[in-house]
């Protein structure tokens, strides 16, 4: 688990997504790591310490094109 630093008026989505390219369906595993951090407000107050999880392994889909049957 790795710990980062919110920056001034930064909110939890937009740190999530600075430092790990999380977005919206990452929140409820970064919330569960931080309890009580909700309750700091959509602004995360500068300098707040936020703990995220260890991210899962990627797996990575790849489209396939067929050019002859």
Known sequence: MDQVRARAGETLDALIWRTRGLGPDDLPAV???????????PVLPIGTTVTLPDAPPATRQRDVVQLWT
């Not at 919330?31 to 407000?41: F, S």
């Open 31 to 41: 919330l569960a790591a931080n309890p009580g951090l909700a309750a700091l407000g």
